[in-house]
T-cell receptor
Framework: NAGVTQTPKFQVLKTGQSMTLQCAQDMNHNSMYWYRQDPGMGLRLIYYSASEGTTDKGEVPNGYNVSRLNKREFSLRLESAAPSQTSVYFC????????????FGNGTRLTVT | AQSVTQLGSHVSVSEGALVLLRCNYSSSVPPYLFWYVQYPNQGLQLLLKYTSAATLVKGINGFEAEFKKSETSFHLTKPSAHMSDAAEYFCAVSASGGTSYGKLTFGQGTILTVHP
């Protein structure tokens, strides 16, 4: 059982380049999320999708866009990467109730030079 | 609005000693509370969750946490630390109503080191 799969695992970009982080889940969850993790700051929500066809901004959406391609897949796009976007990015999914835990992928480590 | 504060970014214990990781929260509505663990180069895994059914919650790997409303706390404990418990631990809060589900607010994390 794969759970939540993220690709790529590592990426190095130059300032101004673009890229898309891919995420897929096989647990039939309605809700999916993108978080970024920075040292000493915990995880911060970038965007989330409560269900297929809907997306909403989280705490730190600037510089990012998302697409909920179908129920399984939720991608995160950086149109013009900046050094401040150097981080570890986690995708997660959950059932659509407030007490449902998040299931996380293993993360994408992104460096922008 | 909701927030989480984890007291102590680093905690060090000896193998076999008590583990205590502190978490205080604020929430305008009754909260759901979670503890997650992150091992190096991995995603977060759920340790336990509080959903108002019982104030003392037991999780995996011998961890437990007690919800204290009067103290707005949800501290994580384990009676006897094991070397394999070395990891980073995150406390998180979710509002119980409306469309806030899944929009967890995380604490800053506490790195647990276990010495032989």
């Amino acid at each position: 059982n794969a759970g939540v799969t993220q690709t790529p695992k590592f990426q190095v970009l130059k300032t101004g380049q673009s890229m898309t982080l891919q995420c897929a889940q096989d647990m039939n969850h309605n809700s999916m999320y993108w978080y970024r993790q920075d040292p000493g700051m915990g995880l911060r929500l970038i965007y989330y999708s409560a269900s297929e066809g809907t997306t909403d901004k989280g705490e730190v959406p600037n510089g990012y866009n998302v697409s909920r391609l179908n129920k399984r897949e939720f991608s995160l796009r950086l149109e013009s990467a900046a050094p401040s976007q150097t981080s570890v990015y986690f995708c997660a999914s959950s059932e659509s109730t407030a007490n449902s835990p998040l299931h996380f992928g293993n993360g994408t480590r992104l460096t922008v030079t | 609005a909701q927030s989480v504060t984890q007291l102590g970014s680093h905690v060090s214990v000896s193998e076999g000693a008590l583990v205590l990781l502190r978490c205080n929260y604020s929430s305008s509505v009754p909260p759901y509370l979670f503890w997650y663990v992150q091992y190096p180069n991995q995603g977060l895994q759920l340790l336990l969750k509080y959903t108002s059914a019982a104030t003392l919650v037991k999780g995996i790997n011998g961890f437990e946490a007690e919800f204290k409303k009067s103290e707005t706390s949800f501290h994580l404990t384990k009676p006897s630390a094991h070397m394999s418990d070395a990891a980073e631990y995150f406390c998180a809060v979710s509002a119980s109503g409306g469309t806030s589900y899944g929009k967890l607010t995380f604490g800053q994390g506490t790195i647990l080191t276990v010495h032989p």
